[in-house]
Every structure is written in structure tokens, then in C-alpha cells.
């Protein structure tokens, strides 16, 4: 593919002067010293025709809201007020906190106002978890600049709009959907606007330590391999690394980019599922100090086989969205991600399946802890605009940012590049530039994405797809006995002819919690519970077969849902009901998964 001059600056490091005051992340913004929270209630105002931002001739005005103006006598006309407007919870979707904005999609403006003491020869970074779907950024009026993308954290430097006392950050959210965007303009989940994840800010050096990578070597598991970069092209820099219950404490000297090589002698516990083995890292530049628990393991492949840590494992998987575990709206706080997982761990899995982006890195992290493994994935999903280059570039951005932020997390074991894409030849050079670019960023993990199955004739279905020679796991969803009779599954042969591990990455059905009926009647309990059981007999006969992450943990919210009293706005396909209780379905999958633990351990 035929990368656009934003692709190849994203890809160079370049891009970050391009783009106002965004700045390169500023890696695990959570091990940092001096960091406070923007978290709590923000003031809001709904713009319908963003008239905060372009001026009656749609251009963009110097009088948006973003000066929050006040009125300085009675004549003056100032036609809003952040002080005398409704707030909201920052983070949280703007789709569950206010009733009238429950399918809005257009523009918020939220503001927040904070008392601030800049220190002198420190910078200031502003960090976002993420804002759905663009963010326009201002502090104390200043424009700092714009992020395209729902799902990855993003920062800037604001250190110039600062000044000493009462300061505001304001955000202009546009959560509206676009053919050209990633995800397009149709999908099926909830369109959660806002700012969906913390916003906070740390105080750095001029020159500091901006990211850094450690992991096993794949070659030799008795050394750890990686690399520490500083934000500016500075040598002779003195980084030290220190794993203390490793008796690692290593200290290396930057070149001229700034960067330094990390290569030591270990010998770690290897993390598990069985025994999610964390150990307390620090990094240290002079007075700096960054903290992080990094777990060492490996991941990869042989023929048909996934290894993990050398040993051959099924991946008991189940899918999941990031959203609240009780009722709707998007996850806000660990101890709801806990919540999820814990429904995982209880239905036996060993990984989940994190759908259709990227889900808070606080949620990995949790998954990380709970000794389950994950599957990231970017939301290049169904239709995408293939031959449009400014597509492509948000989606690499997006995978860059995924990558970059999770690298340094063994629970994360497929980076997924893809959910269901019809194929064509510009869609294979999409996803084909896509997985040779996550190579660049990341060789230690395996490269997957959920594929679609082609039939050959009525009971023979078929894994057909030129993407397969890019991926290390073949993947593919589907739903015999959803869109089609469930009893055709025992007629069904499944031919998957490549040497690489299958996932079956969904499969599953609709029921609504407490709806009993014979196992014929479409949306009881018994037809889920029967169509389970009939597809885990099928599925048991795929060659190669190395994991399974049926759709989906719980019913989620989704606008493309419509059928009243049964549906209600949610994608009713969840082991779980929104209101977290466990459907028949769940049970099936709990012993199905039992068995195949067990087995492994013989």
C-alpha cells in the first residue's frame, strides 16, 4: 500500500511537530511521579450545529466557546455559560448521564476548571485516556490541538498555556460516524460520546524518559531484552533499570537518538495463566523515577499449535465489550473491568477476547493480575473505505497507539488487525500493510484477525482468505444455528487449510434472561443452551483447533438491536444479561471449559 505523508511521519516519529502541541505518549502516565487527576464533574453544553466552533459561513471562529467568555457588562452578548450548564462525570459517555442524549451523536463541549502551580524548569503534559471520537483540545483558550480516534490515549503539551492559579481545560467531543473513519459508519455497539477514560497531568523534565520496552528473550529466556527512549535526541544520558527480586539492576547510556539498548541476565518466574508472575520494575533518569509490575513469558506458534512458554495451550476464551457490567453505558473504573473478568475466570477462561478496540489500558492491566491473557484489536470493522489514505493512516495511528501503550504487558498475546472485512484486493492490501506494520512495532506477540468463512457447498464450510499468510493464528467467526438451523451442525465439516492454530473467534446466539421455552423457540434460554451445545460438538471436530471466544460475556447495548420487549437496544447474544445474571448458556461453556482445562494438564 502506497503509505499517505501523515502514515509515514506516524511511522518515523516525525508526526508529533505536525500537529500543534500533541506530543508522543508519554508511556505509563500511571508509574509517573507528580501526577494529579482531571477526573470529577465537568461543566457541559450540547452544540447541535457546533456553532461554539464555526462562524455562520462554517468557518472556524475566534469567539468559540472554547474562550469561556463571561459577560462583562449588561450590553455584552455572550450567548452561553459553562458556569450555569449541567456537568457531567469525566470519565463517563455523555449517553447514560444525561436521558435526552441517550442516541445523540454531534458535539459536547466539556470544561474543566483546576487550580494549578506550574513548576519552574518542568513541563506539563495533559493526558487523555480517551475521548469518543474527535477531540479538539484548549487550555485557558489556547488551541493545544486535535486527536481522531475513540479508543487510545493521547497527551499534549500544555506547559506554554499555563499560568500560575485558576486554569480550565475545554474539550470539544464529536462522537458523530463517518464512512472514512475507523470504525466506519455501521457497527453494533453503542456510540458511547465523551471523554470515556481518566484525564490527567504529570510534570516532567525538559528531556525525560518517554518510553521504554522489556521482555524476554524469545531466543534465550534467561535474558531480558529491550530498550529505554528519552523525548529529545540527547546522549550520554545515564538510564538505570532495576528489577530488585531479580537482583537486576543494570545501568545503561544513551546514543545519539536518545536511545539506549537494555540486555540482561534473569532468570524469571514465567507468567501463566496459572501464575500471573509480576515483578516490580523501575526505571530512573537522575530524579525520575517510573514504576511498573512486568511480567516475563513467551508467546508463539508451531504448526498447528499455540506455545505458551514453550507448552501447548487451548485458549478458553470469551469476547467482551468494554462496557459497565450492571445495566449500559461505557466501563469508567477498574473495579468494573474486575467485575467482568471475574465472570471470565468463573466461566474457566484463560483469555478474553477485548472487542472491537481497545479497551482501557487499567482493564489490561487487571487482566494482566487475574492471570488472563488478551487479544487486542483495533476496530477495523465490516466495510471500510480501503483505497482511502487518510483511512488507512487513522488506522495505523490507532494500531501504533494499541501497541505502543500495551506493549510492555504479557497478558496481551494477539494484536488483531481486523473483525469481519469482505474481502477485495484493496481490502488485502489494507490489512496486509497493517500486519507487516504491527511487525515493526512489536515481533514478540502473534498477529491475528477475525476472518469470515466462505462454503464450498451446503455443509462444507471453507477457510478461504489471502490474509492468511500475514497472521500466525487463523481466525474466523461464525453462527451456525443463529443465521442458519441449529441442526445443521451435526452435518457440518470444517476445512481450514493452512498449518497455522484456529481460533474460532465467535460464535453464539440471542436469549433473553428468564425467557423459558422448549429449545426451539428462538430467544429462551433453552434455544442459546441447545445451540451451545450442538456448536461445541461441531467445533470440537476443526482440525487444529487452539481456542475458542464465543460472542459474548454479556448482553451489551447496541442501536442496530430493535425488537421491543426482547431486544430493547441490546445485542442479547451475552452468557450474561446486562443486569449480570448468568443465562443457561453460561453454565454449558463453564463445564465445556472444565473439561479442556483439565485435559491439558494430563
Not at 495451550?313 to 462496557?323: D, P
Request: hydrophobic share 35%.
Amino acid at each position: 500500500m502506497k503509505h499517505s505523508l501523515l502514515t509515514l511521519l506516524l511511522a518515523s516519529g516525525a508526526w508529533a511537530s505536525m500537529q500543534a502541541q500533541e506530543i508522543p505518549l508519554v508511556n505509563n502516565i500511571y508509574g509517573r511521579q507528580n501526577t494529579i487527576t482531571l477526573n470529577g464533574a465537568w461543566d457541559y453544553i450540547v452544540d447541535v450545529q457546533e456553532r461554539g466552533f464555526y462562524d455562520y459561513r462554517m468557518n472556524e471562529t475566534r469567539w468559540g466557546f472554547f474562550l469561556d467568555q463571561h459577560q462583562k457588562d449588561k450590553q455584552e452578548l455572550v450567548e452561553y455559560n459553562f458556569d450555569t450548564s449541567p456537568k457531567m462525570n469525566v470519565p463517563g459517555d455523555w449517553n447514560t448521564q444525561d436521558e435526552q442524549l441517550f442516541f445523540y451523536e454531534g458535539t459536547v463541549w466539556l470544561r474543566r476548571n483546576f487550580d494549578y502551580s506550574p513548576t519552574p524548569g518542568k513541563r506539563t503534559v495533559l493526558y487523555f485516556g480517551a475521548v469518543n471520537y474527535e477531540a479538539i483540545v484548549y487550555v485557558n483558550g489556547q488551541k493545544m490541538g486535535k486527536h481522531v480516534g475513540g479508543f487510545t490515549p493521547f497527551n499534549f503539551d500544555i506547559t506554554s498555556a499555563l499560568k500560575e492559579g485558576k486554569n480550565n481545560v475545554i474539550v470539544k467531543v464529536d462522537n458523530k460516524r463517518t464512512r472514512e473513519q475507523i470504525p466506519t459508519n455501521i457497527y453494533d455497539w453503542w456510540n458511547y460520546g465523551g471523554i470515556t477514560r481518566d484525564v490527567l497531568l504529570t510534570e516532567v523534565d525538559e528531556t525525560y524518559v518517554e518510553d521504554y520496552s522489556l521482555q524476554l528473550d524469545k531466543q534465550d529466556w534467561k535474558h531480558l531484552t529491550g530498550w529505554v527512549k528519552l523525548n529529545n535526541k540527547v546522549a550520554g544520558e545515564k538510564v538505570s533499570v532495576n528489577i530488585p527480586e531479580l537482583k537486576v539492576k543494570t545501568e545503561v547510556v544513551t546514543d545519539n537518538e536518545g536511545r539506549a539498548e537494555i540486555s540482561v541476565k534473569a532468570k524469571p518466574t514465567l507468567w501463566s495463566p496459572e501464575n500471573p508472575k509480576l515483578y516490580n520494575v523501575s526505571i530512573a533518569r537522575g530524579e525520575e523515577i517510573i514504576s511498573d509490575e512486568i511480567g516475563f513469558r513467551c508467546i508463539e506458534t508451531q504448526g498447528k499449535q499455540i506455545l505458551l512458554n514453550g507448552q501447548p495451550i487451548f485458549m478458553r476464551g470469551i469476547s467482551l465489550h468494554e462496557e459497565a457490567p450492571f445495566g449500559g453505558g461505557r466501563t469508567t473504573h477498574v473495579s468494573q473491568s474486575r467485575t467482568l473478568l471475574e465472570w471470565a475466570k468463573e466461566l474457566n477462561c484463560n483469555y478474553v477476547r477485548m472487542a472491537h478496540y481497545p479497551h482501557s489500558e487499567l482493564e489490561v492491566r487487571e487482566a494482566e493480575k487475574m492471570g488472563i491473557m488478551v487479544w487486542d484489536e483495533i476496530p477495523v470493522y465490516w466495510t471500510i473505505a480501503w483505497e482511502n489514505q487518510e483511512t488507512y493512516a487513522n488506522a495505523e495511528r490507532q494500531l501504533h497507539d494499541m501497541i505502543n501503550r500495551d506493549k510492555n504487558r504479557a497478558a496481551v498475546v494477539i494484536w488483531s488487525i481486523a473483525n469481519e472485512t469482505p474481502h477485495s484486493d484493496p481490502r488485502d492490501k489494507f490489512l496486509s500493510s497493517l500486519a507487516k506494520y504491527a511487525r515493526t512495532q512489536d515481533n514478540s506477540r502473534l498477529i491475528s484477525m477475525a476472518m469470515e468463512v466462505t462454503s464450498a457447498n451446503n455443509y462444507h464450510n471453507k477457510l478461504n482468505d489471502n490474509m492468511h499468510e500475514y497472521v500466525d493464528v487463523v481466525s474466523f467467526n461464525q453462527y451456525v444455528g443463529w443465521y442458519r438451523d441449529v441442526n445443521d451442525a451435526s452435518k457440518m465439516t470444517w476445512e481450514v487449510p493452512y498449518n497455522k492454530p484456529v481460533i474460532v473467534s465467535e460464535f453464539g446466539g440471542g436469549a433473553r434472561y428468564g425467557l423459558h421455552a422448549d429449545k426451539d423457540t428462538r430467544w429462551s434460554e433453552e434455544f442459546q443452551e441447545n445451540l451451545y451445545i450442538e456448536n461445541l460438538k461441531m467445533l470440537d471436530k476443526i482440525e487444529g483447533l487452539a481456542g475458542l471466544s464465543p460472542w459474548i460475556l454479556k448482553d451489551f447495548r447496541s442501536p442496530a438491536r430493535y425488537l421491543p420487549d426482547v431486544q430493547d437496544y441490546y445485542n442479547r447474544k451475552g452468557l450474561v444479561s446486562e443486569q449480570g445474571q448468568k443465562k443457561l448458556s453460561f453454565y454449558v461453556m463453564q463445564q465445556y471449559y472444565k473439561e479442556k482445562s483439565e485435559a491439558n494438564k494430563k
